[in-house]
């Protein structure tokens, strides 16, 4: 019984064996298999919906450049012209209000103050001119009398008298011009002290006023992402003057803002078409084209050395319904499409010794000529046939760390300037320098390699992160 037991296991095992080894025998031959096609090399990169339009609501001028958040609507909330959006901080300028209308007072009332002391000086300087002014006229007639009417002496007296009255006339002239003057000056420095404290007062007023930001329109509020924390921001956060805090987005501007791997740079280029698929969404896909790459990579965050340019990707179509600002998307660039080439899949495939070499299905080995490749297949240029059957390549570890990297996406063609260059720690798309073999690892303390296609064929690029 036991022997009848154990032939029947070990037949169910051998045909299990056969079943599972015939379908992996024909799905093998089925897809390692020389076919001519449309090769296409796409990069896909993730990011968000952006609005490239729409009214921002920033931190006003305020008499400091700082001030913290109180209290900022929910992201995405539906609002109403004139509601509440942002309210900052405003106990210091609450704080100071009672002074510096205090201090208005005070201008206002030693101004006050000083006006009626010099409008009785001024008066008191104007009635002496007065009086000197009389003087001068009465001594004058005296002195006009001719000396052969009256003695010798008293001539002379009069005369003396005259003289006197006209210096006493002329000085109470300069000094009740010199009064005026200084009333003049003294007055407008205190109306500047005034107008200092009320400017301050109204300053401070408005601030309190203007703290508080407001809907322009009716529509959604997109919070603003915080400057160097890579988050939206929130309640207690610093912020700064001119900081845009919100922002009412134009929906019909919406495009798609992602970021390109430095690593990267020089596989996709400005006008390339796209599609987008929002992770919401993922049954449905939109046409786009690549409208922008930014020239500079910059650190995604302080905490990150990794760089990436930034790339803007305009929407043909827009979805009114769906398609919200800060959803998340990929991006799929279609980089090239070669049409009616040989395509051998890359599993087949043996990139470790210095010419790759592909593997057919009878155990022969053969070198070909590779052109561009994408991260499952590779176009052929010589040394295969369409229609030939492939064997599967199975590398051991050690000669998979052997194996030069370089011949994985980075073989597809690249829309590059001259290479690239490093430049106080920002990756600039600019100058590169060429190496004519192909490296045997893909990075060193040097930079990395990556692979260019190259009139005297395949040659190694060094580029610096």
């Not at 997109?222 to 900081?243: K, N």
């Not at 790759?356 to 046939?385: D, F, S, T």
Request: proline letters at 3%.
């Amino acid at each position: 019984m036991t022997f009848v037991r154990t032939s029947v296991s070990l037949a169910l095992a051998l045909a299990a064996a056969s079943c599972f080894s015939g379908y992996r025998t024909e799905a093998d031959a089925k897809a390692l298999r020389v076919r001519r096609g449309t090769f296409a090399s796409d990069v896909v990169i993730t990011g968000e919906l952006r609005a490239a339009r729409g009214e921002e609501l920033a931190v006003p001028h305020l008499p400091q450049w700082q001030t913290t958040i109180k209290w900022i609507a929910q992201d995405g909330a539906e609002t109403k012209k004139g509601d509440r959006v942002v309210e900052l901080d405003n106990s210091t300028f609450s704080s100071n209000l009672d002074a510096k209308r205090q201090a208005v007072a005070q201008a206002q009332q030693e101004l006050q103050q000083r006006e009626a002391e010099w409008k009785a000086d001024t008066l008191d300087k104007q009635l002496d001119v007065e009086r000197k002014r009389a003087d001068y006229d009465k001594t004058k007639l005296d002195a006009a009398v001719p000396k052969e009417i009256v003695s010798a002496r008293e001539f002379n007296d009069r005369q003396i008298k005259f003289k006197r009255a006209e210096v006493e006339l002329a000085k109470a002239i300069d000094v009740f011009k010199s009064q005026k003057t200084s009333v003049k000056s003294d007055g407008d420095n205190l109306l500047l002290n005034l107008r200092k404290a009320q400017r301050e007062l109204d300053i401070a007023e408005r601030a309190i006023d203007e703290l508080i930001l407001r809907a322009p329109r009716d529509g959604i509020v997109v919070v603003r992402d915080h400057p160097w924390e890579g988050r939206r921001l929130q309640e207690g956060d610093s912020v700064f003057i001119g900081l845009a805090l919100a922002q009412f987005p134009d929906m019909s501007s919406l495009q798609v803002e992602a970021d390109l791997a430095d690593v990267d740079d020089g596989r996709i280029g400005a006008g390339m078409p796209a599609t987008i698929v929002l992770d919401a969404y993922p049954n449905m896909s939109f046409p786009g084209r690549v409208a922008s790459i930014s020239a500079v990579a910059q650190e995604s965050s302080r905490t990150s050395l990794r760089r990436a340019f930034r790339v803007r990707v305009a929407l043909d179509r827009l979805d009114a319904v769906r398609m919200r600002p800060g959803l998340s998307s990929r991006v799929i660039i279609h980089t090239m499409a070669q049409q009616n080439a040989l395509i051998v899949p890359r599993a087949s495939i043996d990139f470790s010794s210095a010419k790759p070499r592909v593997h057919l299905a009878g155990g022969k080995v053969v070198e070909v000529v590779l052109g561009a490749c994408n991260a499952q297949e590779c176009v052929v240029k010589n040394g295969l046939n369409e229609g030939e059957t492939l064997g599967r390549v199975v590398a051991s570890v050690s000669e998979m760390r052997e194996t030069p990297l370089s011949y994985r996406a980075a073989l597809a063609p690249r829309e590059r300037g001259e290479g690239d260059t490093q430049r106080s720690g920002v990756r600039v798309r600019g100058v590169a320098t060429r190496v004519s073999a192909l490296a045997t690892t893909p990075s060193s303390a040097f930079g990395t390699f990556s692979p260019v296609r190259g009139g005297e064929g395949l040659s190694m690029e060094r580029r610096y992160a």
